[in-house]
């Protein structure tokens, strides 16, 4: 009886304890991105902030065929690899748009390197938590 309530206890930790690093990991990544548009010295330009929309839209493909596809099919499904394709071409334009924008004078080299690094750790938060809620057991992110 003990053990079973120890479990639980253990799980929920566990899993709070993932899910408040998650969040320290979400705001020093926008804390890199806001470092990039708002600091003097790169004449704070805010055009950076157009990444956020890469944000939001890189976990949709993937939620959208999570809910559409069987996950007892053993094979690779047409929908999950067409999902991973469009995310990784939303991930892929996140990291070139700062690079465009550099190249093209509208923010300085500085401020790019710390929106690039911004993005590291806002998609490796985001596959974090794909890893961490993703799995259909209680925890799972479906229920957020």
Do not use: H
């Not at 799980?11 to 690093?21: D, G, H, P, Y």
């Not at 300085?108 to 490796?124: D, P």
């Amino acid at each position: 009886m003990w053990s079973n309530k120890l479990t639980i206890l253990f799980l929920i930790c566990v899993f709070l304890t993932a899910l408040i690093s998650l969040s320290f990991g979400g705001a020093i990544g926008l804390m890199f991105l806001m470092l990039g548009c708002a600091l003097p010295q790169y004449n704070s330009q805010y055009w950076p902030l157009f990444v956020l929309f890469f944000y939001i839209l890189s976990p949709i493909p993937y939620c959208i065929a999570r809910r559409l596809v069987d996950e007892t099919d053993a094979t690779s499904n047409a929908c999950k690899e067409l999902a991973i394709f469009l995310t990784t071409g939303i991930v892929v334009s996140a990291f070139g748009l700062p690079i465009v924008f550099a190249r093209a004078q509208l923010i300085l080299w500085g401020a790019c390197a710390l929106v690039l690094t911004g993005n590291t750790v806002i998609f490796a938060t985001i596959l974090g938590f794909f890893l961490v809620f993703g799995s259909n057991d209680d925890f799972s992110w479906q229920q957020w």
